[in-house]
């Protein structure tokens, strides 16, 4: 992987040494010794049966169940979806009208429905494992949504995180949201990731440029403070946040040019 963007990584969560990459520009790479090789995935992804992938790969999530089962977001492309591992891919994104998907999300009770984050139409969701896929966007409509993530302990309550209206909140599967506004979090944050409790609902983590880390500790709804110390200050770059599956009170923050917190 010398030299290459990455832009996402999936780590198979029962063989945690089966990590999945996914490039901008070189398509989908896999490792099963934990990072010693790295072995191109990627037949199916536009351009790869030219000998090149001519698109980005901006997301990956794992099936939870159907740990074979893997999707990716492009740029451009929509979504595609592996069966196999990744040895395979196939279009995956009939009714995803947005070019650019960004964030992808997984119930976990229900591994048939995915919701997607795309550039410019918000979120997308598909209810038959990514056959068919429908708008799930009233209230945020046409926002840049750059990351979702789902609560553990109630699946039909979501969080987008978007790139200029700061994080909005869904109560019913995505069908409507609404800007979560109370707190130190600015209406206008540019929201790159996101982050919760996997466990149960919160407490609930925002990654921003410019802004640092935020955090709710309520999700009826949110209300936000600044998570920022004199380490991480509150002008950070956060591109990256991931909590501690056995000590869920560490959370570690990556950022654009200050390493990793």
């Known amino acids: 992987l010398d030299n290459l963007d990455i832009q996402a990584l999936a780590i198979n969560p029962n063989t945690p040494s089966t990590v999945y990459a996914g490039t901008g520009g070189d398509g989908v790479y896999r490792t099963d010794s934990s990072g010693g090789t790295w072995n191109l995935r990627s037949a199916g992804l536009p351009g790869a ?13 794992i099936d939870p169940v159907q740990l074979s089962t893997v ?25 995803l009208i947005a070019s650019k998907t960004e964030a992808l999300v997984i119930d976990p009770s229900s591994t048939n429905t995915i919701y997607a984050g795309t550039d410019s139409q918000a979120v997308y969701r598909s209810t038959d494992g990514g056959q068919n896929f ?36 869904s109560i019913n599967g995505g069908f409507a949201w ?11 944050a540019n929201v790159q990731v996101l982050a919760i409790q996997p466990n149960g609902s919160v407490p609930i983590y925002a990654g921003t440029n410019g802004g640092g880390v935020f955090k709710s500790l309520t999700n ?20 990256a946040l991931v ?13 654009n040019g200050e390493g990793v917190f």
């Open 178 to 188: 609404n800007q979560t506004t109370a707190g130190a979090l600015a209406n206008d």
């Open 220 to 239: 009826s709804p949110p209300s936000w403070s600044d998570s920022n110390d004199a380490n991480l200050t509150n002008t950070a770059n956060v591109q």
């Open 49 to 61: 049966g030219l000998g090149t992938v001519d698109v980005g790969v901006e997301a990956l999530t």
């Open 134 to 169: 429908s708008a799930r966007n009233q209230g945020i409509q046409n926002d840049n949504v750059q990351a979702l993530v789902i609560d553990f302990a109630d699946t039909s309550i979501l969080y987008a995180g978007t790139r200029e209206r700061g994080v909005f909140q």
């Open 71 to 95: 999707y990716a977001g492009l740029d451009p492309g929509g979504v595609y979806k592996t069966t196999d591992g990744a040895s395979n891919w196939s279009f995956s994104n009939v009714g």
């Open 243 to 255: 909590i501690d599956p056995n000590f869920t009170d560490t959370l570690c923050a990556g950022t």
